[in-house]
């Protein structure tokens, strides 16, 4: 029988900020350091719960079906709307 055995390290950088005024909102600053140890690119998603809020990456868009069949129909008009692919259909009818 074999066992295995996970070891994970994981750096926490821990910090107390101030939340500050920014325009009609409030926010933190948060530390480029502390920043590039997180990961986090542009887009972040908020989870808040009763004295905690929760910042992680932002899941990726994704395009919906509907929205990839009417990009695909568009190409397809370019490649098909064309005097060649007329003459071609009419010489199979």
Known sequence: MLDIIFVCSYNVITM??????????????????????SGLGNEVKL????????????????????????LSEKNLAVDWNRAEEDKAWASLQ
């Not at 101030?18 to 920043?35: F, H």
């Not at 899941?59 to 069949?69: L, N, Q, R, V």
């Open 16 to 37: 107390i900020t101030t939340i500050i005024a920014i325009g009609n909102s409030r926010g933190i600053r948060i530390p480029k350091p502390i920043l590039n140890e």
């Open 47 to 70: 989870q808040v719960k009763k004295g905690e809020i929760k910042i992680t990456a932002a899941p990726k868009k994704s395009k919906s079906a509907k929205d990839i069949m009417i």
